[in-house]
Structures are given as C-alpha cells and as structure tokens.
C-alpha cells in the first residue's frame, strides 16, 4: 500500500505583471514563503531595470510594486 502525502502550503506561485517602461507582458514565480522582497529584475524586451517589491499574506500576493529605476 503507498501513502500520498499531499501539502497545502503553495511552494512557489506565478505572477504576472506589465513592463512600467514598454508595457510588454511580464511573468515571474514567486516564493510565497517570503513575506516580502524587493529586487532588482531587467524587463526580457527592453532591458530596463525594474524596482519590483511585493508582499504575500496567506498564499496571496497583496502588495506588489515595480518601477524604472532611473539613472
């Protein structure tokens, strides 16, 4: 007999947002076991660094932010 063993907390989450700077359509996995992050990410397309900061409260993104970081 096997036993499955299945887990309720999610260990990763994808997110989906639009580049502040070409507005192309930009995915990213979050780790919902980080409460908050802020990070540095380039845009895939225009290569702009974007400021991206979020906060995850029971499995849910709440609060995400993501800006150009200017020169």
Known sequence: MSTISISTHMTEMEYAFTCPS??????MVLDPSVIQHAYVKDC????????ISYAIQDDSVVNFSAHILED
Do not use: L
């Not at 070409?22 to 995915?27: F, K, L």
């Not at 895939?44 to 400021?51: G, M």
């Open 22 to 27: 070409c507005g192309e359509a930009i995915s």
């Open 44 to 51: 895939e397309v225009c290569c702009k660094p974007i400021e």
